[in-house]
């Protein structure tokens, strides 16, 4: 994550010529989903911008994901949630429902 504020910051300083402080700002939050607070000027600092919103997006979708899936895998056990699959041989087998005979 401060990579990427790094690199916001880098970014905003360089090419929309915007104060370090102002930088750290708009980069915070880009990166946080709730847009940016300074007036850009220039093509260049509109195309960084973009491009930096997005990959803002990207990445909150990804760490979100991974965050997050411990969490709902949990939640998916207690409610006793599971994804479609054929059974193995062995639960086959030994399924106390069934008999040879019916599979």
């Known amino acids: 994550m401060l990579l990427s504020l790094g690199m916001g910051m880098l970014g905003y300083h360089l090419l929309a010529h915007i104060d370090w402080i102002d930088s750290l700002l708009n980069a915070s939050m880009i990166l946080s989903g709730m847009g940016p607070v300074a007036s850009l000027h220039g093509t260049c600092a509109k195309l960084f911008a973009s491009v930096y919103a997005l990959y803002s997006g990207v990445v909150y979708l990804a760490v979100s994901a991974v965050l997050l899936y411990p969490l709902v895998e949990r939640l998916m ?9 054929t059974p193995s041989p062995v639960q086959e087998k030994h399924h106390p429902e069934f008999s040879e005979d019916e599979l």
């Not at 056990?77 to 699959?85: E, T």
């Open 77 to 85: 056990k207690i409610l006793h949630l599971q994804a479609l699959h």
